[in-house]
């Protein structure tokens, strides 16, 4: 990437200074795209290509620092190729986490099916978000649905370490994530059990590691869709 020696009639966003940045930032959200939707099961291949793309990123942001230090009184606004590396390092941060990614559907859960008295008609999603395979459990994401008015996202959690646990009462919703502090039983590791525990009584062996309570009367007036 050799950079060209401007005058002032030159114009920079011709120059290989600042179309390596804009390059570079297409690239970002290209990688971002793919792990928000395929990290689940192909994170193997993707963390080769992350870290493809971060030492591209890493090269070109130095290039710019260079530009911007070796053409201040050269061009104008010799800046520029820096500001659209800072550019991409805020859109990546500010975009959605890979946690709300809803590509590997799960299961759901009629929460009336498993709460005995409860007729509210909401129902449990769950989505994959990392697939461990050979090497851990998998990571999951939860949302609370009317299916038709809102979907609240309720945590992640991972199977092996955890669940998260959603009671109705009325207008009142408790959601209750879960952390392990005992080795499962072979049993507990079936998903229809796991599924099970999701809605049911807190089972031995976990303390709960955080609770949030929700009104369904605001949730359905809020109409927010996570």
């Known amino acids: 990437m050799p950079y060209i020696e401007l005058s002032e009639k030159d114009k920079l966003t011709k120059t290989s200074s600042y179309n390596w940045p804009v390059a570079t930032m297409a690239i970002a959200v290209v990688v971002y795209l793919l792990n928000f939707n395929y990290f689940a099961t192909w994170w193997v291949v993707l963390i080769s290509v992350n870290l493809c793309a971060s030492l591209l990123y890493i090269?070109?942001?130095?290039?710019?620092?260079?530009?911007?230090?070796?053409?201040?009184?050269?061009?104008?606004?010799?800046?520029?190729?820096?500001?659209?590396?800072?550019?991409?390092?805020?859109?990546?941060?500010?975009?959605?986490?890979?946690?709300?990614?809803?590509?590997?559907?799960?299961?759901?859960?009629?929460?009336?099916?498993?709460?005995?008295?409860?007729?509210c008609k909401l129902?449990?999603?769950?989505?994959?978000?990392?697939?461990?395979?050979?090497?851990?459990?998998d990571v999951y994401s939860e949302y609370l649905t009317d299916s038709i008015g809102f979907r609240k996202y309720l945590g992640t959690f991972d199977e092996d370490d955890g669940m998260i646990i959603t009671r109705c009462n009325g207008d009142k919703i408790t959601v209750e994530q879960l952390e392990r502090t005992e080795l499962p039983a072979p049993?507990?590791?079936?998903?229809?059990?796991?599924?099970?525990?999701?809605?049911?009584?807190?089972?031995?062996?976990?303390?709960?590691?955080?609770?949030?309570?929700?009104?369904?009367?605001?949730?359905?007036?809020?109409q927010e869709f996570e």
Not at 77 to 88: D, E, K, M, S, W
Not at 123 to 137: K, L, Q, R, S
């Open 123 to 137: 129902y449990v999603e769950t989505y994959m978000v990392f697939g461990g395979g050979a090497w851990g459990g």
């Open 59 to 119: 090269k070109v942001l130095f290039k710019s620092i260079v530009f911007w230090v070796t053409h201040a009184k050269i061009c104008r606004r010799p800046y520029l190729p820096l500001g659209v590396n800072v550019a991409t390092a805020l859109l990546i941060c500010i975009l959605p986490s890979g946690n709300f990614s809803k590509h590997y559907h799960g299961y759901t859960i009629d929460l009336s099916e498993y709460q005995k008295g409860c007729n």
């Open 187 to 222: 049993a507990d590791t079936s998903r229809s059990k796991i599924s099970a525990d999701t809605v049911g009584h807190i089972s031995k062996g976990f303390k709960i590691k955080a609770r949030a309570i929700y009104s369904l009367r605001r949730l359905k007036t809020d």
